[in-house]
Nanobody, 127 residues
Framework: QVQLVESGGGSVQAGGSLRLSCVASGNVYSRYCMGWFRQIPGKERERVARIYTPSGAAYYSSSVKGRFTIAQDNARDTLHLQMKNLEPEDTAMYYC?????????????????????WGQGTQVTVS
């Protein structure tokens, strides 16, 4: 089992930046897909970005592409989400998630319900 703990959320003005972090511990698979999702109360969970850890292949939703960057720090088993040019529409609870995967394509095509490991979430508020 893998434990995921997010940090780095907060409040920021539109146009500002934040960096979210997600520390993984436990039995982290060597072939692992890690991603960031976000959710507003009353709305469906939205995929933001994900990365296939063996290759570093990254995938972004169209709403954040060019503004957000997902990156991994293998030495610290940590996933980051650098968010720039934040917009009020980015306000949400952000969750880190992961599960084993066989390839970057497998990682990219996973539905959110297929992810087996989830963090508790960190709130991002953009005003």
């Amino acid at each position: 089992q893998v434990q995921l703990v997010e940090s780095g959320g907060g409040s920021v003005q539109a146009g500002g930046s934040l960096r979210l972090s997600c520390v993984a511990s436990g039995n982290v698979y060597s072939r692992y897909c890690m991603g960031w999702f976000r959710q507003i109360p009353g709305k469906e969970r939205e995929r933001v970005a994900r990365i296939y850890t063996p290759s570093g292949a990254a995938y972004y939703s169209s709403s954040v592409k060019g503004r957000f960057t997902i990156a991994q720090d293998n030495a610290r088993d940590t996933l980051h989400l650098q968010m720039k040019n934040l917009e009020p529409e980015d306000t949400a609870m952000y969750y880190c998630a992961g599960r084993s995967a066989t390839s970057g394509t497998d990682c990219n095509l996973m539905h959110d319900y297929e992810f087996t490991d989830w963090g508790q979430g960190t709130q991002v508020t953009v005003s």
